[in-house]
C-alpha cells in the first residue's frame, strides 16, 4: 500500500510535499493549541526514534526496519512557499498560525514522522521539501487526555473543541486555490488511521468503529463530498475519528481541483486499533 503511494508521489515529482496532520500534546500543549499551524521550518534534523520520546507510546520501541536512535533524516523545507500559502489564507479569511521553529517537540510530531518513515518504506531516501500543517484533530481531549488513552471510567473536563470537518474542508480548498496559481507543483498528503479503538467508547476500546468508517469510505469512492461536509464534530467524537480531521482538507482540496480518484483500498481490523485507508488522486 505504501509502495503505491509512494510510487504515485515520484511520478509526480512535487516540488513540495504538503502534509496535514494532528499534534497529540507534542508540540503544542497548555501554552498555546491553534486550530491550525503552518510550520514554516528551514531544513531541519529529524532522527524519528530519538524524538519520539516526544510522541505517544513511540520511545524504545522496536520498528519494522530494526533502526535505533542515530536513523536521520535532514529534512528540507521551504519557508519561502510556506509564508506564501499563509499569505494566502489569510487573505482568504484563515486566521492561520505559523511558525519558524518547533515550540515543544525536536522536530516533528509523530503523524507528520509516520507519514516520512512509511512512505519511504524501502528507504530510498526523502528528498522532498515538506511542509507541516497540524490540526488541532483531537480539540476536547487534546489537554484534558493529552490527545492519548485515559482510563475508562475517569471523568474529564472537556477542552474546546477543535476546528470542524466543514471548517477543515475549507481550508484545504482554499489551500488548493493558492498552491494552484502558484509557481510550484505540491502534493497534499493526509496523514492519520481512521477510527482508533483507544478513542471509541461505544466499543469499549476494543476495536474501531468500522461502520462509521465504510460509511465514510463509501462517501469517498462516490465523490460524496456532501457527506464529509456535512459530519459533526460529535459525530467524529463519537466513532474515535478525531484524526478524519487531516482527511478533511485533503478531500476539500480534491473537490476544490476536480481531482479523480485514481486509486483506494480501505483495511479494516478487529485486533489492531484503528482501520486504515490508502487513496491517491490525480489532478488534470
Sequence with gaps: QFRKVRKALDDFNPDVVLIWGDDQYENFKEDVIPPFTVCAYDDIDLYPWRHAMGSSMMSGKPNAWGEGSDKHYRLRGRRDVAKHLVSGLIEANFDMAYAYKPLHHESLAHAFTNAILYLDYDRAGWDYPTIAVPINCYGRKVISARGFMT??????????????????????????????????????????????????????????????????????????????????????????????????????????????????????????????VFAVYQTA
Excluded at 477543535?162 to 474542508?169: D, F, I, L, W
Excluded at 487531516?246 to 479494516?268: R, T, Y
Aim: with cysteine; net charge negative; aromatic share 10%.
Design 151 to 276: 482510563d475508562f471510567g475517569k471523568s474529564l473536563e472537556p477542552d474546546p473543541p477543535g476546528p470542524s470537518p466543514k471548517r477543515c474542508m475549507d481550508m484545504g480548498a482554499a489551500t488548493a486555490r493558492i498552491l494552484r496559481d502558484s509557481p510550484w507543483r505540491v502534493a497534499v498528503v493526509a496523514s492519520s488511521s481512521w477510527s482508533h479503538a483507544f478513542l471509541c467508547d461505544s466499543t469499549w476500546r476494543l476495536r474501531p468503529d468500522t461502520p462509521a468508517d465504510r460509511n465514510l469510505y463509501r462517501a469517498l469512492v462516490e465523490g460524496d463530498y456532501a457527506s464529509w461536509r456535512s459530519a459533526r464534530t460529535e459525530d467524529f467524537e463519537a466513532a474515535g475519528q478525531q484524526e478524519l480531521l487531516n482527511w478533511c482538507p485533503m478531500l476539500g482540496a480534491m473537490e476544490e481541483l476536480g481531482a479523480k480518484l485514481d486509486w483506494s483500498n480501505f483495511i479494516e481490523t478487529n485486533v489492531f486499533n484503528s482501520n486504515k
